[in-house]
């Protein structure tokens, strides 16, 4: 799949998603749509690997989406909280190497969170008063 790609240490997903994201802007508004469809969740690689193939008609622009870097980016997610209208990934880069960013499904914004700030975001499915 995307693991092709090399991704350095210094780079950020919260500085270079966006980009990302922007590439294909209007196939990753309708995956993120579906993300945040269903309500509050929490999503697993493989759902969320199932959901953006399903968000996608043309099959050129479904693989080339999946290959590239924001392919790379959901294959290295472990997890993500849907909190409408957010969607906050947990991904694991490497061993020991983890990042946590938010994305708002209507704009597309970007913006790097704590693990801490995730925690709370995750806790916040099943508690809304935590």
């Given at each position: 799949?995307?693991?092709?790609?090399?991704f350095k240490r210094m780079d950020s997903i919260a500085e270079t998603m966006?980009?990302?994201?922007?590439?294909?802007?209007?196939?990753?508004?309708?995956?993120?749509?579906?993300?945040?469809?269903?309500?509050?969740?929490?999503?697993?690689?493989?759902?969320?690997?199932?959901?953006?193939?399903?968000?996608?008609?043309?099959?050129?622009?479904?693989?080339?989406?999946?290959?590239?870097?924001?392919?790379?980016?959901?294959?290295?997610?472990?997890?993500?909280?849907?909190?409408?209208?957010?969607?906050?990934?947990?991904?694991?880069?490497?061993?020991?190497?983890?990042?946590?960013?938010?994305?708002?499904?209507?704009?597309?914004?970007?913006?790097?969170?704590?693990?801490?700030?995730?925690?709370?975001?995750?806790?916040?499915?099943?508690?809304?008063?935590?």
């Open positions: 799949m995307a693991s092709k790609l090399s966006p980009d990302a994201l922007q590439q294909s802007r209007y196939q990753m508004k309708r995956c993120f749509q579906r993300y945040v469809s269903k309500g509050r969740r929490l999503l697993k690689n493989q759902q969320l690997v199932e959901e953006l193939e399903k968000s996608l008609d043309d099959k050129a622009e479904k693989e080339k989406l999946v290959e590239g870097f924001l392919g790379y980016i959901i294959c290295s997610t472990q997890e993500a909280v849907v909190l409408p209208p957010f969607v906050a990934f947990a991904v694991r880069m490497n061993p020991g190497i983890w990042e946590y960013v938010k994305v708002h499904s209507d704009d597309l914004s970007v913006e790097g969170i704590t693990p801490s700030e995730y925690l709370k975001f995750k806790e916040t499915l099943y508690d809304e008063k935590w």
